[in-house]
Nanobody
Framework: QLQLVESGGGLVQPGGSLRLSCAAS????????IGWFRQAPGKEREGVSC????????AYADSVKGRFTISRDNAKNTVYLEMNSLKPEDTAVYYC??????????????????????WGQGTQVTVSS
């Protein structure tokens, strides 16, 4: 059974850092593009970042560019999202999702959540003093 499990969320002060993990099981994640999304209360789900199968192509939302770093370890079937210089507006539930067909590039439609086939349950990130 294909499963994605996010972890690493928590409460952090503004300017702080967190590293989220997305562990895949039941399938080989290296065949999938992986995206990170977030959803704040009352807002639509927003694409944060994506990473291609090999990790050679990456894209970020403008709101996190320069602060967040996505990476993947295919040997561990895990994708990471390193989040630095966190701001209160980064507060949201963070989800990872996978799809075999999406192209991860700044010119593609990777931020469209409905294109992804499988989702994790999410992990809460709260940035507050």
């Amino acid at each position: 059974q294909l499963q994605l499990v996010e972890s690493g969320g928590g409460l952090v002060q503004p300017g702080g850092s967190l590293r989220l993990s997305c562990a895949a099981s039941g399938f080989t994640s290296m065949y999938y593009v992986i995206g990170w999304f977030r959803q704040a209360p009352g807002k639509e789900r927003e694409g944060v970042s994506c990473i291609s199968r090999s990790g050679g192509s990456i894209a970020y939302a403008d709101s996190v560019k320069g602060r967040f770093t996505i990476s993947r370890d295919n040997a561990k079937n895990t994708v990471y999202l390193e989040m630095n210089s966190l701001k209160p507006e980064d507060t949201a539930v963070y989800y990872c999702a996978v799809d075999r067909n999406i192209l991860c590039s700044y010119a593609s439609n990777w931020p469209r959540a409905r294109l992804y086939d499988y989702w994790g349950q999410g992990t809460q990130v709260t940035v507050s003093s």
